[in-house]
């Protein structure tokens, strides 16, 4: 079973820039596409962004040229490099295949003060 541990968020002012990272252990996802998802308060959990398994990415239009996924095969592990924070951006950052599995790791809040 695959696990998966999220790092880098933190608390950054409005329009400043955090990188996160996503390990995962158990089992090489180089075969996965994979997706970073995000949690608000008091709202659901949705897909932030998408790469499979060649290095295609999709966003959604919210990060649309703000955010940018990546993916180190050697590694492991998927980035999220994200830009121009807004507050719109706080919530629990979650790293997962895509489709998700139902096995989720702890995430790492991004909290954006304005």
């Known amino acids: 079973q695959v696990q998966l541990v999220e790092s880098g968020g933190g608390l950054v002012q409005a329009g400043g820039s955090l990188r996160l990272s996503c390990a995962a252990s158990?089992?090489?996802?180089?075969?996965?596409?994979m997706g970073w998802f995000r949690q608000a308060p008091g709202k659901q959990r949705e897909l932030v962004a998408s790469?499979?398994?060649?290095?295609?990415?999709i966003y959604t239009d919210p990060v649309k040229g703000r955010f940018t996924i990546s993916r180190d095969n050697a590694k492991n592990t998927i980035y999220l490099q994200m830009s121009s924070l807004k507050p719109d951006d706080t919530a629990v950052y979650y790293c997962?295949?895509?489709?998700?599995?139902?096995?989720w790791g702890q995430g790492t809040p991004v909290i954006v003060s304005s």
């Open positions: 997962n295949s895509h489709p998700p599995s139902p096995s």
């Open positions: 158990g089992r090489s996802f180089s075969s996965y596409a």
């Open positions: 790469i499979s398994s060649r290095g295609r990415t």
